[in-house]
């Protein structure tokens, strides 16, 4: 919602205050200001001018040669492009000097050999942007009232001297979606009273009800529907002041008649329409739900087919407008109307809200039906429009208005115990304090001893509960008010579970080890939902997604982190590095609800360091990314029990690929994406892993120990052994582990090697074993002897010898 300081000035005494106070209060009380946006700021130099003559300029077909009267000394001369500008009109002229958005200054300058003393301005050369311009100046300058007074300031004729705040209203404050509802909020906060609209029209001497009669078949989509009857209309631009506002507010102008109607809708929240009543083609209204397939072409020239879901306003057989949407073009006011039947009605938000969605329309209108607009000012903003129809279009407004009421307006009485405020703001609050917070709202308020009782008014349909009154004292008592106060309790201290120490470790030794946190959607499309799943599941759809992108719950974190990593390398990023911590979601029977388990995932690409000034560049590969798993792993306090088992996948790299196994149980893997995958989302090498951390931090595992840095030396011995191609390294690591016992204290393989030189099937695998006795130091012939029983246990597990 976009409040205009100025125009709130004339429903609240704002007393000069400074914009960003005021948005300061209001956010502080409960709605936030977004931004707020000065008009015309940084513009200077522009005033109201008088084009006294214009005639062709003698060296270019598409300029004018302008003599112009600006209030000050002689008039100047001014060649101008606009194809509009003509004599005796009245526009903003920038003078020499003056300054433009963009900081863009006006100098005397010549233009085809003839001088020019300043520039006469569209209103998108001002700022204002140009799907807001009136489109008959939308190609041109704009033209001010012939009685605009020549040599005034332009910028306060066009409003551009105002500060516009932003409001991010949330879902239950529809109230605030208009400026009397602004108003009202911002009387409560200063402690003013708000001056509302007065309204007084001569009614002509013709009845209404003799022009138009209105029957509701639905009364549930629609309880309250009321006509007003306006003859001798002349249909022309509105008051510039009008058209300015509007343009504040982020409405085009139209006309005259529109205008009003956007005006009042943006004034009381009520939104309106003006039917051609000669174009109408009927002397009833019938408000009825469409027939299947009827059709209607709505103002935006679109034709529409309807269902029997959809309200519409017709002529007793044919469709006028969608009722809260859009109105049809057959009866929209044009130059030649006359004649105006203006609806102002109470639609069913539901209603309105499937109409606005089949058809892709969100108007200004459909959003404030939806969200709930007063019924108590449906007939106040239809006498406030047909007194401005008759102001500003020379109306003649018929007597009386022909209604339909089934509509049952009640104003909520609540009953509010003091103790309770007490109670749940954790603070005392006089009863007197909190009827004058009532009251600043516009409540009624009866009090008794211990309890309040508040009737609230029909505009805040929002409040309905006793704690939503407990809401309205804190946030006009001043949540800044509100002490901070410790709770109060014995035998405990604070601190974190298990689960989360786990978790925090394995954020800080991703995030220390360089990789960037990142957090994705939960929900995925239908095609990405089970790519990468560690489990064999169902899908979990969702009944109502906003998207076909967002309606699947992830089995994987890896597709979105995926999208993530393209993302960012779209934007020349050479190097990604993310993890995510994050739920995935399985379901082992169609019909159940999903399991929700914690994951972790990370995917690497490009180089893992680089040292520039020493020439090294490593670019990340499978072993990197193993190594991370490990060291979290390790720090997670697992040791034992790992497993990598060489594996296929069909999103990963057939010859990069590993399971990864705790006692024989897959808990994640780990591998280079396969290059198809690559291919289609851009990548360069990629390299992923992803654990089930649910299950990781379940494990019943020993606290890390630390042990001293041992006294004595260590002795290391290298061996290559040739074995079959279908052996693993990590087959043997395993063997040569168990035989070397206690005193073999690190091994790590360190080339393997096939080639020319090794039999067919065969190759040739070597390792670094280092033997430790952390008591004393170990002698040559123990040495031997351990070493012996390692070689031996390779030959009888895999045959493998010592290669010569």
């Known amino acids: 919602m976009f409040v205009s300081y100025k125009w709130l000035e004339e429903y609240v005494d704002l007393d000069g205050m400074n914009p960003e106070i005021l948005a300061e209060k209001i956010t502080r009380s409960g709605i936030e200001v977004e931004g707020i946006e000065y008009k015309g700021e940084g513009i200077k130099g522009v005033v109201i001018g008088h084009v006294l003559e214009r005639e062709q300029h003698p060296n270019a077909d598409k300029l004018n040669k302008c003599l112009v009267d600006f209030g000050v000394d002689e008039p100047v001369q001014i060649i101008c492009g606009a194809p509009n500008v003509d004599k005796g009109q009245k526009v903003a002229v920038a003078t020499v000097g003056a300054v433009l958005p963009g900081n863009f200054k006006i100098k005397k300058a010549k233009l085809r050999g003839e001088a020019s003393h300043g520039m006469i301005c569209s209103l998108q050369e001002l700022g204002i942007q140009g799907k807001l311009v009136p489109k008959e100046y939308a190609e041109g300058i704009f033209v001010f009232p012939s009685e605009t007074e020549t040599g005034t300031n332009a910028l306060e004729k066009l409003a551009l001297d105002d500060a516009v705040l932003e409001l991010g209203l949330t879902p239950n404050r529809a109230d605030a979606m208009n400026m009397l509802g602004v108003a009202y909020e911002v009387a409560a906060i200063l402690g003013r009273k708000v001056k509302l609209p007065e309204t007084s029209y001569q009614a002509g001497s013709e009845k209404a009800a003799d022009y138009i009669s209105v029957k509701v078949d639905d009364k549930e989509a629609n309880p309250l529907y009321a006509a007003k009857m306006i003859k001798d209309v002349k249909i022309g631009p509105s008051p510039l002041w009008m058209q300015t506002k509007l343009i504040n507010a982020g409405i085009r102008p139209h006309n005259n008649v529109v205008d009003i109607t956007n005006f009042v809708l943006l004034e009381y929240g009520q939104p309106l329409h003006a039917f051609d009543y000669h174009r109408f083609g009927s002397k009833e209204v019938v408000i009825r739900k469409a027939f299947e397939n009827e059709t209607i072409v709505t103002l935006d020239e679109q034709e529409r087919t309807l269902t029997h879901k959809h309200l519409v306003i017709t002529n007793g057989s044919i469709p006028q407008a969608v009722a809260g949407v859009m109105g049809g073009a057959e009866s929209e006011v044009r130059e030649d109307t006359t004649m105006i039947l203006l609806e102002a009605a109470y639609f069913n938000g539901q209603t309105v809200r499937q109409a606005s969605k089949d058809f892709g329309l969100r108007s200004e209108s459909s959003i404030r039906f939806e969200k709930g607009i007063d019924p108590a000012r449906v007939l106040l903003a239809a006498e406030r429009a047909a007194d401005l129809i008759s102001q500003y279009a020379g109306g003649v407004v018929l007597e009386g208005t022909v209604v339909e009421d089934h509509l049952d307006i009640k104003e909520n009485t609540i009953s509010l115990s003091t103790e309770k405020v007490t109670k749940v703001l954790g603070m005392s609050i006089s009863q007197e304090e909190m009827v004058h917070i009532f009251e600043k709202l516009g409540f009624s308020v009866e009090t008794s001893e211990v309890d309040l009782i508040v009737t609230v008014p029909s505009r805040r349909g929002d409040i309905a509960i006793e704690e939503d009154l ?29 689960y989360q120490a786990k978790r925090r470790k394995v954020r800080r030794f991703l995030e220390g080890a360089g990789l960037s946190q990142a957090i994705t959607y939960s929900l995925t499309n239908d095609k990405k939902a089970t790519a990468f799943s560690l489990e064999k599941s169902f899908k979990t759809f969702l009944s109502l997604p906003m998207s076909e992108e967002r309606s699947v719950l992830r089995q994987s974190l890896l597709p ?4 993530s990593v393209a993302y960012n390398l779209a934007r020349q990023s050479d190097s990604v590095a993310f993890y995510e911590i994050g739920s995935v979601f399985y379901k082992v029977e169609e019909q159940t609800k999903p399991v929700e388990k914690e994951h972790v995932a990370g995917a690497v ?5 680089k040292n520039l000034w020493q020439g090294e560049k490593k670019l990340v590969d499978f072993f990197v990314m193993k190594g991370l798993v490990e060291g979290l792993l390790e720090k997670l306090g697992i040791h034992e029990g790992i497993e990598f088992v060489q594996s296929e996948r069909k999103e990963l790299h057939p010859g990069r690929t590993a399971n990864i196994l705790y006692n024989g149980v897959l808990v994640g893997f780990i591998g280079q994406l396969h290059p198809f995958f690559e291919k289609e989302l851009d990548l360069p090498e990629t390299y992923i892993f992803e654990l089930d951390l649910h299950e990781l931090f379940a494990l019943d595992v020993a606290d890390i120990t630390y042990t001293a840095i041992p006294r004595y030396p260590s002795v290391t011995r290298d061996i ?48 670094s074993l280092q033997y430790l006795n952390p008591e004393q130091t170990l002698t040559e012939e123990e040495v031997t002897e351990i070493h012996n029983q390692v070689l031996k246990a390779l030959e009888d597990a895999y045959q493998a010898v010592l290669r010569g």
């Open 720 to 767: 290559a052994l040739v074995v079959s191609k279908e052996i693993t390294s990590g087959q043997l690591e395993d063997v040569i582990k168990k035989a070397g016992g206690k005193l073999l204290n690190e091994v790590h393989v360190f080339d393997v090697y096939e080639g020319e030189h090794m039999e067919e099937g065969k190759k040739s695998v070597a390792f």
């Open 605 to 609: 690409t490009g180089l893992w360091h």
């Open 560 to 563: 979105n982190l995926l999208d």
């Open 470 to 498: 407990i809401e309205e004292v804190a946030r006009l008592y001043g949540y800044d008010n509100i002490p901070s106060t410790l709770p109060e309790l014995t035998g405990f201290s604070g601190g974190l579970t298990s």
